[in-house]
């Protein structure tokens, strides 16, 4: 999970230091002062990079090395089930279009956003229940 950490780390560390050159940069041109919004957006993004390369970090303490993390190792290393996944599953789509229908309605209309909800609790339902009737059900 290095490499993963890295990234995250790379992208805490650019975006505080566009939240320090920012900051500086407004409250020097401005006549108003410090410009609050962009510099506390900024910051955000920042402590989000760092937050989720300190899970990643504190994930890679508790767990073995994956086989992609060896420069040495081979493809028949990661062999084997890789997680359960649902075969043939047309929820994923209905939610997608609930949320396209929600978004959609915050520029059309807001009661075409309780639609789109309406249509995403039933797509989250059915998409969480798949397993338990019909071909796949265990």
């Known amino acids: 999970m290095k490499p993963e950490i890295r990234i995250f780390v790379i992208i805490g560390t650019f975006f505080g230091l566009a939240a320090i050159a920012y900051g500086v940069w407004t409250y ?3 006549e108003h002062g410090l410009e609050p919004v962009g510099t506390a957006a ?3 993004v920042t402590l989000l990079g760092y937050m989720i390369a300190g899970y990643l970090w504190a994930t890679a303490r508790r767990i073995d090395p994956r086989p992609e993390d060896d420069p040495y ?3 028949a290393q990661g062999e084997g089930d890789q997680g359960s996944f649902a075969p043939w599953s047309w929820w994923p789509l209905v939610i997608a279009g ?23 609790i039933i797509g989250l339902v059915g998409w969480v229940f798949e397993f ?7």
């Not at 949320?99 to 956003?113: E, K, Y």
Request: proline letters at 0%; charged letters at 5%; glycine letters at 20%.
């Open 28 to 30: 020097t041109s401005g």
């Open 42 to 44: 900024l910051i955000m």
């Open 73 to 75: 190792g081979e493809i």
């Open 98 to 120: 609930a949320a396209a229908i929600a978004f959609l309605g915050m520029a059309v209309g807001w009661w075409l956003t309780g639609v789109g909800a309406v249509f995403g």
């Open 132 to 138: 338990s009737r019909g071909q796949h059900a265990h």
